[in-house]
């Protein structure tokens, strides 16, 4: 993985953690609605430095960050 720098601390943050800089949000967030107001977002990033993807989710029982490798 050649993932620079910014993204490898991207990784380590928690849902309120902000995206940094160099990452460009890509798309629309998708919307999932659940019961009982456990709907939840995700939004996919690409950083413009290493071109590594991410995808932020505000589902409590996922990563915050998601890195995805290639
Ligand atoms: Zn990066």
Do not use: I
């Given at each position: ?10 990784a ?59």
């Open positions: 993985m050649n993932s620079c720098g910014m993204c490898k601390e991207q380590k943050k928690t849902h309120r953690g902000n995206a940094h800089e160099y990452l460009a949000a890509m798309d629309e967030p998708r919307v999932f609605r659940g019961q009982q107001g456990r709907g939840y977002r995700e939004q996919d990033y690409r950083c413009e430095v290493c071109r590594a993807k991410f995808t932020w989710s505000s589902n409590r029982n996922d990563l915050a960050w998601t890195l995805w490798e290639g």
